[in-house]
């Protein structure tokens, strides 16, 4: 089980969100990345789009860590998988505040 069934689940949470980003005309993400246990893309649903950055651990998905350039200062730790992640985005439910989730 080790580092390749983690990279797999990483990689597979990811292209869940990109396919279903395809798959909706007006999907709200956009700009892609992933890189060794960094992914990136921007949110363009708001009144400016958002760049975010999600860090994955070894231990993923516990420990992720969400930063944002909107609150470039705080960081949420979350154990939530990538697609719960871009779900709180979209439907504005994913707030950062420094090592807290909070919920509207």
Known sequence: MGMCSRQER???D????IQKCKA???????????SDSTFTFTYIGGSKSVSYSVHVS????????VSSSDNDEDVLVTTEPIPVIFHQ???????????VLYRR
Not at 89 to 99: D, E, F, P, R
Request: proline share 3%; charged share 30%; net charge negative.
């Open 14 to 17: 990811i292209d869940v969100v």
């Open 10 to 12: 990483i990689q597979k």
């Open 89 to 99: 985005i979209a439907t504005g439910n994913l707030i950062i505040k420094t090592y």
């Open 24 to 34: 909706e005309k007006d999907c709200l993400f956009a700009d892609f990345r992933y």
């Open 58 to 65: 070894e231990d993923y998905p516990d420990n992720t860590y």
